[in-house]
């Protein structure tokens, strides 16, 4: 599948990766193996995302499209998640979408019922879309809220805690025995 940009990139006869660059996006290299004296550029990198838009549409992307990864995850390439954008769009949306991470939203902290203000890009994990408890004014109040939340663990007692009693009461018999 892959060997097919070569079709595309017909100056090329090799194919290395595709490998995660240290910014964590996917790319492969062409390579031209047999050099003419020539020619100069031996190689040329290109994204992964990229190479497999244009293998799917058999075609080079213009110089104004752009592969866009709609969950904003740009390590997953799977086909669904790419879609092609004209450079003008893809920069607003993406203007778009930084702007709505950015804004400002007012909470209730569970553990104190104080009102607060935070970015929606500070939330950790976006507690809010998760449903999680949270977020909270402050770690305070986060881990008053997490011990809270153990001690009523403990109290109904975990699958764990249930099993170990039976070994608690037989090594106490088993001090007693040895008396
Ligand atoms: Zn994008
Ligand atoms: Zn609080």
């Not at 190689?43 to 592969?67: G, Q």
């Not at 954008?85 to 893809?90: A, E, N």
């Amino acid at each position: 599948m892959l060997e097919f940009i070569l079709s595309l990139y017909p100056n090329f006869d090799k194919i290395y990766g595709p490998y995660q660059s240290g910014d964590g996006r996917w790319r492969i290299v062409l390579y031209k193996t047999k050099i003419s004296k020539n020619s100069n550029s031996k190689k040329r990198t290109i994204s992964y995302p990229k190479a497999l838009m244009e293998i799917k549409l058999k075609r080079r992307l213009d110089k104004n499209e752009e592969v866009h990864h709609k969950d904003e995850d740009y390590t997953n390439n799977d086909e669904h998640n790419l879609e092609i954008l004209t450079g003008t769009k893809h920069r607003k949306l993406h203007i778009k979408k930084d702007a709505f991470h950015r804004q400002i939203k007012t909470y209730c902290c569970p553990t104190c019922n104080k009102l607060f203000q935070k970015r929606l890009h500070q939330i950790r994990n976006n507690q809010e879309s998760k449903k999680k408890k949270g977020p909270f004014c402050s770690r305070q109040c986060a881990g008053i809220y997490g011990q809270k939340q153990q001690k009523t663990f403990r109290k109904s007692g975990t699958p764990n805690q249930r099993r170990s009693r039976p070994f608690k009461k037989l090594a106490v018999r088993l001090h007693q025995m040895r008396k």
